[in-house]
C-alpha cells in the first residue's frame, strides 16, 4: 500500500465528494468540493492538499483526473503548487469583491460629470497649474527641429537627448545616459522588472501598506509576497530581517518617499541597513521614486536608495508622468548592470518603446528650465493645500483619526480610531452618496482587512474650499 | 526501498556527479551535470528527469538540494516542470546566439550612420512619405481645442473620440466603440492578452515561420508552443487540426494578411474553417492584423478573422505604429466580450494606459480624411518599389532562390535553392561587410535550424535605385 493510514484518514474526512454526477466531468466536482472545503475553514489556507497519487487512489480515479483538478484550482486562485512539495490550499480574498466595486463606482463616476463631487481620490497632480501653451511651443519647436524624424526614429533605450537631460539635471551627470531606460511610467517599470528578474513562486518583499497597482503586478507574476509593516521612518527592520534570513527573498519593492498610502517617507539610516542587507542576504531594492519633488518639510532631504548605494543593487524607476501630466505617459528606469540587458529586452517585448516625440518634447521642456519652474509652481500651491488640509483634518477629524504628518507628497493617510465602529468600505459607500469620494485603505494590502480602519484623502484635485467641505462631510458621517 | 532497480540504473547511467567537492554547493554540482548531460545528448529534449526523491536517495542529498538543482535548471531554461508530473528536460537553442548577434550588430550600425548601408530590415514604413506639416497643425489644433486637458484626461478604454474614429471608419459602426481598447501597439497587444489569458504550461499554436517579436512573449510566458506550416494560402491545416484532436490549445496566434515574414495572407475559406474549429476545440484566435492596408494585388479582398466571426472568437489586434509612424505607439485591441474585463485590467497593470495627447492627434487625422490620403499615398508609392524588387529579385536571383509573390506588404521572403551550400546567417554577415543588411530567416522558428535556408527583404526603407543594387550584391554573395 501507497497511502499511510493517517492520509486515508485526513483524506476521508476532509475530501468526501460524490462523484456519480454523470453529466459533469469528474474534475470539476473534485475542483467545486475542495473550493467548498477551502471557503468554509475545513482547509485552512496554505494547508498541502493530499499528493495526486494518493488521492487519485482514494477516489478510484485517474492522476489525471486530480491534476485536473488541481490546476482549475490554480487557475481559479484556491491553490498554489511548489515545486517537489506539491499543492497548497490557498484563501481568497474576502474583499476582492469590494476591490471591484470600488473601482466601478469610480469609473462610472469619472464617466458621468465630476463636479457634483469632492474627488479625494487623485493620484496625481492636476493639471490647473500646468501652462499648456508653453508645452505647445516645445512640441512645435520639436516638429520644427526633427520633421518626421520625432515620429519615427526609435532609440532601444530611448531618445538620447532625454537620457542625456535626465543625466545632467537630475542626477548631475552620475548616472550614465548608457545606464537609463526611458519607459512609459511607473507601473511600466514595475512590470517590466517583475517580467526579467522574478520567476513564478519567487519570494519579494513589500511594505505593508503598499501601491495596489505593485501588488497586482506581483500577485500576477504569482510571486510570493511578504509584507513588512511600515512605521514612521520606514519599515520595521526587525521583521524585515527576520523574513530574509527565513526565505529567499530575490527583491524588495519600496516607494522611497511619501509613501502610497501612508505619506512616509523612509530615513537614510534605515536606507543604508537595508541597502547593506540587500548586500548580505543577495536581494535587489525596487525602488519607486513617488512625488519626491514634493517636499514641503524642509527637515526632509531627498536621497534615494539609488544614490546612497555601491553596490549595484537597487532597481530604481521614476515617472515623469505622476508628477507632470500624467497623459504624457514618460518615466526612466535605472536597472543594475548585471539586469540591464535582460530588462531592456523585457521592454521590447511588452511594447518596443514608448512615443518618440513626447520624448523629445519633454527634453527640451526639462532644458528649457521649464520643468524646474513647474515643479517649484506645483510645489508652492500644494504647500498651501497641504497645511489647510491638515488644519481642517484636526479641526473636523481630530477625535475621531489618527495620522502621521508625510511632510510631503499629495495626500494624507487616516486610522478610524478603534473606538469607532465604522470601516472605511462604510465610509467610502456613504461618503459616496453625499457627493465625497475617498479611498478606503484595503486597496493596499495583500489582506485587505488589514486596512478596513484606514482612507486616503488627497487634495490634489481639490481647492481649499472643498477640501474643508469635504472633511466636514466626512466628520458628520464618522461617528464617535 | 522506494527506487525500482531500473530507476537506480538509468540514475547510475546517466546522473553519475562528484559530490566531493566542497567548495560548490551540492545543488549547483548537479545543476551543472545535468546542464552537461542536455548539452551532449545524454539526456535528450523533453525526456523526463527522475522523480526528485528518487534522484536526492540515489545521490543521497536532500530532497531540498535536487528541488534546488531543477529550479536552476528552469530558470536557466535547461528543464520544464510539468505538474503532477515531474521535471523534464529542454535542449538549449542553438542558434540563440546568433539571434544575439544579430540584435546587436543592427543595433550597432543603427547607432553609427546608417548612410553606407542598404537597409533590408525594416519592418514599417519609413517617414520619407509623411507631410508631417499636417500632422503638425492636427496637433496644434487639439492643444488649442482641450489645453492641458489633452495631456491629464484618461479614459480606461481609451481617448473616446479615436475609439468612435476606429468604429466608424475601419469598421463601420459594427463594432462597438465600448468593446475597443486603445494600447500602444501590437506588441503590446500581445503581451497584454498573453498576461489576462495565458498561463504557464497552456499551450498556444502558432504559424511556422512567425514573428519573433510574438514568439518571445509566448515563450516568457512559458506556454507550450506548437508551429504549423505556413504553405500559399495560410496554415496547414491537417497538420492544425491534428494538434488541435491531441492537445488542449488555448490560442491560436495569426497574422492575417501578409504575414510576418512569409508575406502570405491566409484564404478566407481557410479563415472560416479555422473559425468553425475554434468553435469546436473551444480555442481563441489571436488575430495580429499586419499591413492589410497595403494591398496592390487586386485579386486580394480584406476579410480579417474579426470580420467573419460569428461567435466571439476573435482577439483582433491592430497597430497604427506599422503603417503609420512607430514613433506614434499606438494600437488598438478587440477582444471577445468575455476577456473584455480581464484584458483591461491587464492593460492597466502594464502602463495604466496609452498617451492621451497623441489618441487626440491620431483622431482628429483620420476624421480628416488625412489618414486615408496618407494610406493611398504609401499604397502607391510602395507598390512600385514592390514590383521593382519583385523584377530584380526574378533578375539577378532567379536561379538561386525561390518565392510566393505576396501581392501587398512590404518585404519578400527568399528561400535560398537547396543545391546551394550557403545559409542565411553566413549570407548576413557576407552581405552586412558589403553594406547590405538582410534579415535571416532562423528568427521566425521556434527552433532556428529550420530557417537557415531562408531570408527576407524589405523595401520600405530603400529606394529603387538601392533595391537593385543591394540585390545584385546578394546575387555576387549567393554563389550556385
Known amino acids: 500500500m501507497y497511502i499511510l493510514s493517517e492520509e486515508v484518514n485526513f483524506i476521508l474526512k476532509k475530501y468526501f465528494v460524490d462523484l456519480n454526477q454523470e453529466e459533469i466531468p469528474k474534475y470539476l466536482l473534485i475542483e467545486k468540493h475542495i473550493k467548498r472545503l477551502i471557503d468554509t475553514n475545513v482547509v485552512e ?4 492538499l493530499p499528493s495526486i497519487r494518493s488521492l487519485a487512489r482514494f477516489l478510484n480515479v485517474n492522476n489525471s483526473t486530480i491534476v485536473n483538478a488541481y490546476k482549475k484550482l490554480q487557475v481559479e486562485g484556491y491553490a498554489i503548487q511548489k ?8 484563501k481568497k480574498d474576502i474583499h476582492k469583491n469590494f476591490n471591484r466595486e470600488y473601482s ?25 497649474f500646468f501652462q499648456i501653451n508653453f508645452f505647445k511651443d516645445v512640441l ?5 527641429r526633427d520633421g518626421a524624424k520625432a515620429l519615427i526614429y526609435q532609440e532601444s533605450l530611448g531618445y538620447e537627448g532625454l537620457r542625456n537631460s535626465i543625466s545632467n539635471v537630475f542626477w548631475n551627470g552620475k548616472v550614465d545616459k548608457e545606464d537609463i531606460l526611458i519607459i512609459s511610467g511607473a507601473q511600466q517599470g514595475i512590470d517590466l522588472i517583475s517580467k526579467a528578474i522574478l520567476n513564478t513562486n519567487d519570494s519579494i518583499i513589500v511594505e505593508k501598506p503598499t501601491y495596489s497597482g505593485a501588488l497586482s503586478v506581483f500577485k500576477w507574476r504569482r510571486t510570493e509576497i511578504f509584507q513588512v509593516p511600515v512605521e514612521k521612518d520606514g519599515i520595521n527592520m526587525d521583521k524585515f530581517e527576520k523574513i530574509l534570513k527565513k526565505n ?8 522611497s518617499y511619501f509613501q502610497n498610502p501612508t505619506g512616509i517617507s523612509c530615513s537614510n539610516d534605515k536606507k543604508i541597513q537595508i541597502l547593506k542587507l540587500a548586500q548580505i542576504y543577495d536581494f535587489y531594492i525596487m525602488e519607486d521614486d513617488y512625488l519626491s519633488e514634493l517636499i514641503y518639510d524642509n527637515s526632509i532631504k531627498y536621497n534615494s536608495f539609488r544614490s546612497l548605494d555601491n553596490n549595484d543593487r537597487v532597481l530604481y524607476i521614476k515617472s515623469f508622468s505622476k508628477i507632470f501630466l500624467p497623459g504624457i505617459r514618460i518615466g526612466y528606469l535605472i536597472p543594475p548592470r548585471k539586469f540591464k540587458e535582460s530588462i531592456q529586452n523585457s521592454k521590447i517585448n511588452t511594447d518596443i518603446s514608448t512615443s518618440s516625440i513626447m520624448q523629445r518634447a519633454l ?23 497641504y ?17 502621521i504628518k508625510p511632510g510631503g ?45 484606514y482612507f486616503k484623502i488627497s487634495f490634489s484635485h481639490v481647492n481649499e474650499k472643498d477640501i474643508e467641505y469635504g472633511i466636514k462631510i466626512l466628520s458628520e458621517i464618522i461617528i464617535v
Chains 1, 2 share one sequence.
Not at 489556507?45 to 498541502?48: A, V
Not at 469609473?107 to 474627488?119: P, Q, S
Not at 512645435?140 to 520644427?144: A, I, K, P, W
Request: proline residues 1%; positive net charge; hydrophobic residues 35%.
Open 83 to 90: 515545486m517537489g512539495s506539491g499543492t497548497y490550499a490557498k
Open 409 to 453: 507628497g499629495l495626500h494624507f493617510y487616516l486610522k478610524i480610531k478603534e473606538n469607532i465602529k465604522m470601516d472605511s468600505i462604510e465610509l467610502f459607500r456613504q461618503a459616496k452618496n453625499r457627493g465625497i469620494l475617498i479611498t478606503p485603505g484595503l486597496l493596499f494590502y495583500k489582506n485587505s482587512l488589514e486596512g478596513k480602519k
Open 45 to 48: 489556507d496554505r494547508e498541502k
Open 140 to 144: 512645435n519647436e520639436v516638429l520644427d
Open 104 to 128: 466601478k463606482a469610480l469609473k462610472k463616476i469619472f464617466n458621468e460629470d465630476m463636479v457634483n463631487y469632492v474627488d479625494f481620490t487623485g493620484e496625481t497632480p492636476s493639471g490647473e
Open 387 to 403: 497645511i489647510h488640509m491638515q488644519k481642517c483634518i484636526l479641526k473636523y477629524l481630530g477625535d475621531k483619526v489618527e495620522f
Open 363 to 385: 527634453d527640451l521642456y526639462i532644458r528649457k528650465g521649464l520643468w524646474k519652474n513647474y515643479i517649484e509652481t506645483l510645489n508652492d500651491a500644494y504647500k498651501k493645500r
Open 248 to 255: 529567499n527573498i530575490k527583491c524588495f519593492y519600496t516607494m
